[in-house]
């Protein structure tokens, strides 16, 4: 069984330019997750989606950051404009539902220069 | 809100010796507990979890953690460490949510090394 599938595994993109990551969740999850983990830190919840709806975005920074889970498969999170402070690894994870384990994709490393 | 404390942010041990990360947590309600394991530029990996029942759980590499609910914790131990055990391990509490769902809260992080 494949597991969490993301793209790009690294990105470095100049301060101002747009950034996009992908993020290809296990087969039949309907649980998916984007946390972002900043060095040295645990992962932090940005927003979690049950099939295609964006149930818990608290934490998203919505002036900049947004989202989509098209179909409720795959989801694409984006950042417009990227700043220095978004230099972080951007981790996507799934689960079957809200209660079980999640799984966790090896994560998109951006750098902002 | 919950929370969760790792206050070792390394530990350094030798080989074929007994190794203790520490966890605690703290929330107002029952929770899920869960070590994860971070291999260098690698996902996070489930290394093992408390759901309920037993207060003493094991994963297949040889770890164990217990939970005590009086003391909020949940530490991982192993007794004899090896070389591929050196990684970053996260500890995390999972609290139901209003409406449906969980959150999971993670740790800072203890980075395990292990020297010959």
């Known amino acids: 069984e494949a597991g969490v599938v993301q793209s790009p595994r690294y990105k470095i993109i100049e301060k101002k330019q747009p950034v996009a990551f992908w993020c290809n969740p296990i087969?039949?999850?309907?649980?998916l997750y984007w946390y972002l983990q900043n060095l040295g830190q645990g992962p932090e919840l940005l927003i979690r989606?049950?099939?295609?709806?964006?149930?818990?975005d608290s934490q998203l920074p919505k002036d900049r950051f947004s989202a989509e889970r098209l179909k409720g498969v795959d989801s694409t999170l984006k950042i417009q404009p990227a700043e220095l402070g978004d230099s972080a690894v951007y981790l996507c994870?799934?689960?079957?539902?809200?209660?079980?384990?999640?799984?966790f994709g090896p994560g998109t490393r951006l750098t902002v220069t | 809100a919950q929370s969760v404390t790792q206050l070792d942010s390394q530990v350094p041990v030798f080989e074929e010796a007994p190794v203790e990360l520490r966890c605690n947590y703290s929330?107002?309600?029952?929770?899920?507990l869960f070590w994860y394991v971070q291999y260098p530029n690698q996902g996070l990996q489930l290394l093992l979890k408390?759901?309920?029942?037993?207060?003493l759980v094991e994963s297949i590499n040889g770890f164990e953690a217990e939970f005590n609910k009086s003391q909020t914790s949940f530490h991982l131990r192993k007794p004899s460490v090896h070389i591929i055990d050196t990684a970053e391990y996260f500890c995390?509490?999972?609290?139901?949510?209003?409406?449906?769902?969980?959150?999971?809260?993670f740790g800072t992080g203890t980075q395990l090394k292990v020297e010959l």
């Open positions: 994870a799934s689960s079957l539902a809200p209660v079980y384990e999640q799984y």
């Open positions: 087969s039949g999850h309907n649980t």
């Open positions: 989606y049950e099939n295609e709806e964006a149930v818990d």
């Open positions: 929330s107002s309600v029952s929770v899920y």
């Open positions: 408390y759901l309920s029942g037993s207060t």
């Open positions: 995390a509490v999972s609290e139901p949510l209003t409406g449906g769902g969980n959150k999971l809260t």
